[in-house]
Nanobody, 120 residues
């Protein structure tokens, strides 16, 4: 069973930075894409950033150059560097993995979520 271990959330002042990490574990044949979604209080889950197996990235519109997603391919670890954080960035951040357990199937899995709180 594939699981995701997230780390790096916490409390930061507005204008500060945080770095989130996510490490998959379990049987993975290949990774399609990996990244982060977030769910602000009372709102729906939304895309923050995704990176594909080929290295292409996709960001939510609200990121506006403040966040950077990167990946350590050797360790399948994905990082989200968040700079210039705003109070509205407060949310539970979820790691997402789209992967293949074998050559003919595709699956996805979510992490348990890590809280990010930004004080004004």
């Amino acid at each position: 069973q594939v699981q995701l271990v997230e780390s790096g959330g916490g409390l930061v002042q507005a204008g500060g930075s945080l770095r989130l990490s996510c490490v998959p574990s379990g049987s993975i044949y290949s990774i399609n894409d990996i990244g982060w979604y977030r769910q602000p209080p009372g709102k729906q889950r939304e895309l923050v950033a995704l990176i594909s197996s080929g290295g292409s990235t996709n960001y939510g519109d609200f990121v506006k150059g403040r966040f950077t997603i990167s990946r350590d391919n050797a360790k399948d670890t994905v990082f989200l560097q968040m700079n210039s954080l705003r109070p509205e960035d407060r949310a539970v951040y979820y790691c997402y993995l789209g992967y293949r357990p074998n050559w003919y199937q595709s699956q996805s899995v979510w992490g348990q979520g890590t809280q990010v709180t930004v004080s004004s």
